[in-house]
Structures are given as structure tokens and as C-alpha cells.
């Protein structure tokens, strides 16, 4: 599966921002997808994930309540809904797909698949 990340940009702290993540080459019918970000000199970082075909979500704790993950079906496409963000929430953000998922995993291992990243910049 290709995975393709888009919808980066700047903001001020307080605004919004909705990142996507476009799938193509299988069917997610078994996966799950988890949006991960990686701040300059700091390890990559869970921040959400959803199965593609039920219900379930999870949320770091850092941005639970603030940024919600949904889905397109038709369209293959995974977003992430971003909002009153934060200087904190600045860094590439990276959505990868568990072909296989059994549980909705924070650990990026698990995922095989990954997108390139999108960058996120918050300004104070």
C-alpha cells in the first residue's frame, strides 16, 4: 500500500489545520491507520489511529479532545482533524497503516506502511 500525506502548513496557536493521508494500491478492508508526528531532535511520537473498517479510535493524551481522526471511505483517504493547536503540536507528521491490526497499536513498529511527511508549524 502507497501512503501519501498532505495538508501541512503554519498556523498561529489556537488554529486549525486538517491533515490527509491518501491511500491507494490495496484495500484497508483488515488495517488500521495512526498518525505519528517527530519534533527536531525528539523521538517519533504516536498521535492517533482508527480502524479502517469499524468503529475505535485512539488518542495520544496530549492532543485527545483536540484533534479527531476520521475517514473517507470512497476515497481512501484518512484525515486528521487538528484543532486549537498548540507551538507543542509543531513537527512532520506521518500516517502509516497496520495491514494486519489486531488492536490499535502506539507503538510505530507495528505499522509497515508509511506516507512521507507533512510538515505542521505552530507559531506563539
Known amino acids: 500500500v502507497q501512503l501519501q500525506a498532505y495538508g501541512g502548513g503554519s498556523v498561529q496557536a489556537g488554529g486549525s489545520l486538517r491533515l490527509a493521508c491518501a491511500a491507494s494500491g490495496r484495500t484497508f478492508k483488515n488495517s488500521a491507520v495512526g498518525w505519528f508526528r517527530q519534533a527536531p531532535g525528539k523521538e517519533r511520537q504516536f498521535v492517533a489511529a482508527?480502524?479502517?473498517?469499524?468503529?475505535?479510535?485512539e488518542y495520544a493524551e496530549s492532543v485527545e479532545g483536540r484533534f479527531t481522526i476520521s475517514r473517507d471511505a470512497a476515497k481512501m483517504t484518512v484525515f486528521l482533524q487538528m484543532n486549537e493547536l498548540k507551538p507543542e503540536d509543531t513537527a512532520v507528521y506521518y500516517c502509516?497503516?497496520?495491514?494486519?491490526?489486531?488492536?490499535?497499536?502506539?507503538?510505530?513498529?507495528?505499522?509497515?506502511?508509511w506516507g512521507q511527511g507533512t510538515k505542521v508549524t505552530v507559531s506563539s
Open positions: 482508527m480502524y479502517w473498517s469499524s468503529s475505535g479510535t
Open positions: 502509516a497503516a497496520d495491514n494486519s491490526a489486531r488492536f490499535l497499536s502506539r507503538n510505530s513498529r507495528t505499522y509497515t506502511s
